[in-house]
Every structure is written in C-alpha cells, then in structure tokens.
C-alpha cells in the first residue's frame, strides 16, 4: 500500500461521562485539496464497547429524500467513512449517514482494478447514528459502531487505514466531493489513499 504523504490520526479513548476531546480534522475538496464551499469537521474516540465518530457540517441546502437502509445514499448529501482493518485495501467497511439519520452499510471488495464489489446483505450489528441540527446551517451526526463489528478488541495501539467523505449538493446544483486524505479524482474508492487511524 502507498502511504506517501498519508497522515495519522490519533484516536484518544474516551469515556460516555466526559465525551470526547480528540482534534477535530477538515475535509477537503478530494481532487484538488481545496477548501470546499461548506466546511465540515470529523473527530473519532473509542472504549472498548465502541468506536465513536462524530461529522460537524455546515448545511445550509439539504438535498436528502432516501429513507430506506442500504439506498444508494451517495447520489444525495451524505456522510461516509470507510474503514480498512488489515491495511490490504481488498476488503474494508463502508459506512454512509445521510442528513435524515438513514444509514447505508456495505462490506467492500477491492481488486484495485476499478472492480468494487458492494455487499449491502451484509449489516452492522447495534450500529447507532444520530443527526442534529446543532443550529442553523449546521449539522451533527453521531456515530457509533459496535466493537463486535471488528475483527480484533479495541484497545490502546490498534491501527486501521480509513479515510472520511463527504458529498454535499450546493444551491446551485454543482455536488462537492469531500475527503480527509485526498484521492486525486471523484472516487472514493481508493484506498492506496487512505490515511492511519491510531487508538490511544
């Protein structure tokens, strides 16, 4: 895997009593690197119960009408993180939260080819998501994802390659493409491009 110019990201544990403290990183535009029209924050914790993630948008135009489990979200706003658990970049989770807390849940085969397989059967257990309008033109999404869902316990030196999106249509109809790390194209698939999620 290329981890040229890949940045790290340390996930702090958290408690449910004190929440989370973990930096808050910006997505950028994942072609140019540019600063998009809407901003929009990603932070992570975890316990050993769960992972937590947490998207803070600004949203002055909704476009979301799905309201099915496993819709194709992408073609609306959403907020999406993939998460590759043994850096191979074949296989990794693919997680989707639109504005109106409907959730799309995939398993992902990657031959690196341009052929991606989507297993949308497959579902996370206990999975919660929660969306707020924290106020005017800005937006929460809270994220938990069972520690049942990996393969390995969370602990303390655990890393993963992930990457966090997010498709947001403008006013004027023109769709934006965010991303933490990056892909160089409209494709988030690219996992040669992912960045390191760290447990600490």
Same mark, same amino acid.
């Given at each position: 895997m290329d981890t040229n110019d890949q940045q790290v990201y340390a996930c702090k544990r958290i408690s449910e009593t004190t929440g989370m403290d973990s930096e808050w990183i910006l997505l950028r535009d994942t072609v140019s690197g540019d600063a998009p029209t809407e901003w929009t924050k990603v932070?992570? @914790?975890?316990?050993?119960?769960a992972l937590? +993630? %947490? #998207?803070?948008?600004? !949203?002055?135009?909704? *476009? $979301? !009408?799905? $309201?099915? /489990?496993?819709?194709?979200?992408?073609? %609306?706003?959403v907020v999406e993180v993939f998460i590759d658990e043994d850096g191979? @970049?074949? %296989?990794? +989770? &693919?997680?989707?939260v639109s504005p109106r807390n409907v959730v799309f849940d995939a398993r992902i085969t990657n031959d690196g080819s341009g052929s991606v397989g989507i297993d949308t059967e497959w579902d996370i257990e206990g999975l919660?998501?929660? *969306? $707020? &309008? *924290? =106020?005017? @033109? =800005? /937006?929460?999404?809270?994220i938990r994802i069972?520690?049942?869902? #990996? $393969?390995?316990?969370?602990?303390?030196g655990l890393r993963w390659r992930v990457n966090f999106y /997010? +498709? !947001?249509?403008? %006013?004027?109809g023109i769709r934006e493409y965010q991303a933490w790390q990056p892909t160089g194209l409209v494709n988030f698939h690219k996992p040669q491009r992912f960045g390191t999620l760290v447990l600490i």
């Amino acid at each position: 895997m290329d981890t040229n110019d890949q940045q790290v990201y340390a996930c702090k544990r958290i408690s449910e009593t004190t929440g989370m403290d973990s930096e808050w990183i910006l997505l950028r535009d994942t072609v140019s690197g540019d600063a998009p029209t809407e901003w929009t924050k990603v932070r992570c @914790g975890w316990t050993a119960e769960a992972l937590r +993630i %947490q #998207f803070h948008c600004e !949203d002055k135009h909704m *476009v $979301s !009408d799905y $309201s099915e /489990r496993d819709e194709p979200l992408y073609n %609306q706003d959403v907020v999406e993180v993939f998460i590759d658990e043994d850096g191979s @970049g074949t %296989q990794y +989770i &693919e997680l989707e939260v639109s504005p109106r807390n409907v959730v799309f849940d995939a398993r992902i085969t990657n031959d690196g080819s341009g052929s991606v397989g989507i297993d949308t059967e497959w579902d996370i257990e206990g999975l919660h998501t929660e *969306v $707020s &309008e *924290v =106020q005017p @033109g =800005q /937006r929460m999404y809270d994220i938990r994802i069972p520690a049942n869902t #990996f $393969s390995k316990p969370l602990e303390a030196g655990l890393r993963w390659r992930v990457n966090f999106y /997010r +498709i !947001d249509e403008r %006013q004027d109809g023109i769709r934006e493409y965010q991303a933490w790390q990056p892909t160089g194209l409209v494709n988030f698939h690219k996992p040669q491009r992912f960045g390191t999620l760290v447990l600490i």
